[in-house]
């Protein structure tokens, strides 16, 4: 089969399409015929080498999130046959003509939709789900500020959040807010020019918002802080600005009983993603097409031009998911 290897941690013209063998068929896994694969900030790590050289319990190809056609399944197997559009989070092997999932973290693909819109939702919607629902315990009612709210997680949460009946305040640059408004979300904050902490102040009448999602890290750390709602929870889920000097106004903390949780999925046991996996196709699945929940597609390239895909990440350039069709 065909995939995407490199031999050398690099930039992306590290990566060249050859041949490969198929993944062997274990005893709780689709064999996939790969249609589409979604592109991840994380693969942007592996090929620059912060991985080293893994096994993630699939497969040492790269690319984690897939949709495509059941081509074999292994004997443990439960609820799915030849022939099923699924799609769901690998354990690495995206990026080739063939994959293999543990069939607990597979789901099927919703009526309506179409393998490459199919390969932009797990990652993005469960990592949103599992970050602002489920540790994030955001209620109907209400309010949420959402970092980074035009990219693939950031533009999940907005409508996770919308349909859940929060408030929804996004930052994101003036030319995504017509995007965000349309995922949901019912104010827009311009990042570049405006200081968040004080259009959320001017937004809540100074009371703060009860959850925040953030990606950024030590830039916005403080003033996140300082934007909570007593009883508010900030969602780490990222740190793509930095760790260095992220400042901790600590009597907000303690008299405004705050919590500061952190999550980082690609770390967790194979039992936790399960978990995961589950929560989200049990809350949301089905709201897919029929109830409007989409995912927001940047580009697509086809698999040989995976560098193109990551070095267009790289840039800052996609709003919404990029997909590699093979």
Known sequence: MKAITFDQFGAADVLKIGEVPEPVLRANDLLVRTRAAGVNRADLTHRRGGYGWPDFGDSTIMGLEIAGDVIAVGENVQGYAVGDRVMGIVGGGAYAEVSRIDYRMAMPIPEGLDYIQ???????????????????????????????????????????????????????????????????????????????????????????????????????????????????????????????????????????????????????????KHAMSRRFRERWLAHFVKDGLTPVIDSVFPLAEAGAAQQRMEDGLNVGKIVLTT
Do not use: C, W
């Open 118 to 272: 199919a390969a932009a939702i797990t990652e993005t919607f469960v990592t949103a789900h599992e970050a602002l629902i489920h540790l994030g315990k955001l209620q109907a009612g209400e309010t949420v500020l959402i970092h980074a709210g035009a990219g693939g997680v950031g533009g999940a949460a907005v409508q996770l959040a919308r349909a859940s009946g929060a408030t929804v305040i996004v930052t994101a640059q003036t030319t995504a807010h017509a995007l965000v408004h349309r995922l949901g979300a019912h104010h827009a904050i311009d990042y570049v020019d405006e200081d968040f902490a004080l259009a959320v102040a001017k937004l809540t009448a100074d009371r703060g918002v009860d959850v925040i999602l953030d990606f950024i890290g030590a830039p916005y750390f403080e003033r996140n802080v300082n934007s909570l709602n007593f009883g508010g929870r900030l969602v780490q889920i990222g740190i793509m600005g930095g760790i260095e000097d992220a400042r901790i106004p600590l009597d907000r903390l303690l008299y405004r009983h705050l919590q500061i949780i952190g999550t980082v999925m690609k770390s967790r046991s194979q039992e936790t």
